[in-house]
């Protein structure tokens, strides 16, 4: 079964800021990848996804995530992080064949203090 | 343009009780897939519908149960409920069912079970 870990749990950080949340997620086939964000009262949004291709993949908002695929990896980056990007993030999978539902992380706090 | 609904927005039950929530999902999406959101934890996956048809099941009990209607909208219930049945319930729609197609959340139903 496929399972996404996600370490950072809570994260405080200064605007401006630079910022990486790790994603690894463990199956062996081919996966699509995800980011979800869910800011504070609003429903989960899609930040950018990966489905093949370029391993860089850049989303809404000036998020950009890197798929390793010898790492198992999918981590989430920005150059510098602003307040209004305090939000609940999470990481998803989904096999891209068979199985189409998400499995996700348990999920990042980010905090942007101003 | 509107997105996801769900209804309804906030539910309280006693345990025993039986429950039936519901999902509108956006024109022209035919696919709905449920997800259940313990606090502190990640969405999971409870099921997935594609013209009426169960196309999967996450690991929960058989009290769990859903079905999709001719005009897509989606209804899960779930019987004898337990404390543990509190949650957020999460629908998302795509337009297919197939795994590259992005899945877009509804805003949820909070059921607290007392």
């Known amino acids: 079964a496929q399972s996404v870990s996600q370490h950072n749990h809570h994260v405080i950080l200064s605007e401006a800021a630079s910022l990486e949340l790790g994603c690894n997620y463990s199956?062996?086939?081919?996966?699509?990848l995800f980011w979800y964000v869910q800011y504070p009262g609003q429903h989960l949004q899609l930040l950018l996804k990966?489905?093949?291709?370029?391993?860089l993949v850049k989303g809404i908002k000036g998020f950009e995530a890197e798929f390793i695929k010898s790492k198992f990896s999918f981590n989430l980056r920005k150059p510098s992080v602003q307040w209004s990007d305090t939000a609940e993030y999470f990481c998803?999978?989904?096999?891209?064949?068979?199985?189409?539902?998400?499995?996700f992380g348990s999920g990042t706090r980010l905090q942007v203090q101003p | 343009d509107a997105g996801v609904t769900q209804s309804p927005t906030h539910l309280i039950k006693t345990r025993g009780q039986h429950v039936t929530l519901r999902c509108s999902p956006i024109?022209?999406?035919?696919?709905v897939s449920w997800y259940q959101q313990v606090l502190g934890q990640g969405p999971q996956f409870i099921f997935q519908y594609y013209e009426k048809e169960e196309r999967g099941r996450g690991n929960f009990p058989d009290r769990f149960s859903a079905r999709q209607f001719p005009n897509y909208s989606s209804e899960l219930n779930v019987n004898a409920l337990l404390l543990g049945d509190s949650a957020l319930y999460l629908c998302a729609s795509s337009s297919t069912s197939g795994s590259y197609n992005e899945q877009f959340f509804g805003p949820g139903t909070r059921l607290t079970v007392l």
């Open positions: 990966y489905f093949s291709g370029d391993p």
């Open positions: 199956y062996g086939g081919t996966v699509n």
């Open positions: 024109s022209g999406h035919k696919s």
């Open positions: 998803a999978v989904n096999e891209n064949t068979g199985r189409r539902a998400l499995t």
